[in-house]
Each structure stands twice: as C-alpha cells, then as structure tokens.
C-alpha cells in the first residue's frame, strides 16, 4: 500500500506551464502503476496520464497528448506531470492515482474505479 499527496497546483493565464508533484510513501514496487487524473466542476473524473513504475512506460489521453509529460523521480519517490500550453479547459481538480498491476497499467479508459488508492488532489485554475 502507498499513500500519495499532491502539490503544485495554482492559478494560471493560458499558454502558461505548470508541474503538479505527488509524493509517493510506502511500498513502491516496480509493479505499481502510477495516474494523473482531472475532474472538473460538474464532471466525471477523466484520466490523463499514466505511467509503469517498472518501465517507465508512459500513456496519454488523447486530449493531452503534447502538452502533458508524466515523469518521475525515483530517488526522490514522486511522480510529475509537466503540463503546458495550458488552456481554460484543462481548470480542474488534479488526483494522483496508484494500484498494483500485473505488467501494464489500465487503459485511460477504463475510468476511475479500477484504481485503489488516491491523493487529495491539487486545484488547477486557468484564465483567458
């Protein structure tokens, strides 16, 4: 089990750049499987990003795809998403996410549910 807490959320103008940080504690193992995830005001919880902890193998929503990088730091046991160019649409709260897996993460896709452990969040706001 991990416990996970975000930080480096703020407000923005568009076109500008953020990096979210999401401190990872407890038993990291190459099997962990690590998400960013976003949930607008009056939406469902989409997932952006997700990240193989044993190979770094990294996936993308569509939506995000060249302006989000997720990355992390292994001597330091956190997670990043780098976002830039951001725009009006990406304000939302931004959760990481972790589970154990057999040897990939989950698709996008396949939604918040199959993920067992979760940060608190960090609000992402972005003005035009």
């Known amino acids: 089990q991990v416990q996970l807490m975000e930080s480096g959320g703020g407000s923005v103008q568009a076109g500008g750049s953020l990096r979210l940080s999401c401190a990872v504690s407890?038993?990291?193992?190459?099997?962990?499987?690590m998400g960013w995830f976003r949930q607008a005001l009056g939406k469902e919880r989409e997932g952006v990003a997700t990240?193989?902890?044993?190979?770094?193998?990294?996936d993308y929503a569509d939506s995000v795809k060249g302006r989000f990088t997720i990355s992390k730091d292994n001597a330091a046991n956190t997670l990043y998403l780098q976002i830039d160019s951001l725009k009006p649409e990406d304000t939302a709260m931004y959760y990481c996410?972790?589970?154990?897996?057999?040897?990939?993460?989950?698709?996008?896709?396949?939604?918040?549910?199959?993920?067992?452990?979760w940060g608190q969040g960090t609000q992402v706001t972005v003005s035009s």
């Open positions: 996410a972790a589970r154990t897996v057999s040897s990939s993460c989950p698709p996008l896709g396949a939604g918040a549910s199959v993920w067992s452990t």
């Open positions: 407890g038993n990291i193992v190459s099997s962990l499987c």
């Open positions: 990240l193989y902890y044993g190979t770094s193998y990294a």
